[in-house]
T-cell receptor, first 115, second 111 residues
Framework: GAVVSQHPSWVICKSGTSVKIECRSLDFQATTMFWYRQFPKQSLMLMATSNEGSKATYEQGVEKDKFLINHASLTLSTLTVTSAHPEDSSFYIC???????????FGSGTRLTVV | GESVGLHLPTLSVQEGDNSIINCAYSNSASDYFIWYKQESGKGPQFIIDIRSNMDKRQGQRVTVLLNKTVKHLSLQIAATQPGDSAVYFCAENGGSYIPTFGRGTSLIVHP
């Protein structure tokens, strides 16, 4: 079945630094990938839609200059949290749609802790 | 705006019992629904899906029921096992290709 690999699984960084999270579709091509953020005991909140070869579409309230998304190939999307602050600490999850599979496959998530 | 919600935040069951997790949706344009299981610290895993032209679909130990009249979706898990303990989300993508997630129900299975 469709597999989405997300890396790293966890990261601790200092305030003010930037962190890059990678999302790869391993056995299928994904023209569209999605980035979610999840706080403890809450649902997944869509942050942005990553489009291969074009700009990402951000949800209302999500700062595009803070959460940089790059989707340079059909199998890789990256989310960079710039100038991270403790309030950015969260669980970040990506997903991609394998058109054959139809459902959405999710990565294993990245636990970001900003200290 | 349209939303997908869940009735119960927590469901506790005994091992071996059947579990029923409910979900209400409000987007009448929804034509595709998905149930996901999320274990602690992991990404959501696809369980089962159903399209709006069906009212029931069965998988291995799981059944999804769709009632379009009242915009209600349920996930039934037969012979619940401790390994089924997780948070379960329903999602719908009617009107767009982006799944919208409900609040989630935490299923706790007691041995």
């Amino acid at each position: 079945g469709a597999v989405v690999s997300q890396h790293p699984s966890w990261v601790i960084c200092k305030s003010g630094t930037s962190v890059k999270i990678e999302c790869r579709s391993l056995d299928f091509q994904a023209t569209t990938m999605f980035w979610y953020r999840q706080f403890p005991k809450q649902s997944l909140m869509l942050m942005a839609t990553s489009n291969e070869g074009s700009k990402a579409t951000y949800e209302q309230g999500v700062e595009k200059d803070k959460f940089l998304i790059n989707h340079a190939s059909l199998t890789l999307s990256t989310l960079t949290v710039t100038s991270a602050h403790p309030e950015d600490s969260s669980f970040y999850i990506c997903s991609a749609n394998d058109r054959v599979f139809d459902g959405y496959t999710f990565g294993s998530g990245t636990r970001l802790t900003v200290v | 705006g349209e939303s997908v919600g869940l009735h119960l935040p927590t469901l506790s069951v005994q091992e071996g019992d059947n579990s029923i997790i409910n979900c209400a949706y409000s987007n009448s344009a929804s034509d595709y629904f998905i149930w996901y299981k999320q274990e602690s610290g992991k990404g959501p895993q696809f369980i089962i899906d159903i399209r709006s032209n069906m009212d029931k679909r069965q998988g291995q130990r799981v059944t999804v029921l769709l009632n379009k009249t009242v915009k209600h979706l349920s996930l039934q898990i037969a012979a619940t096992q401790p390994g089924d303990s997780a948070v379960y989300f329903c999602a719908e993508n009617g009107g767009s290709y982006i799944p919208t997630f409900g609040r989630g129900t935490s299923l706790i299975v007691h041995p």
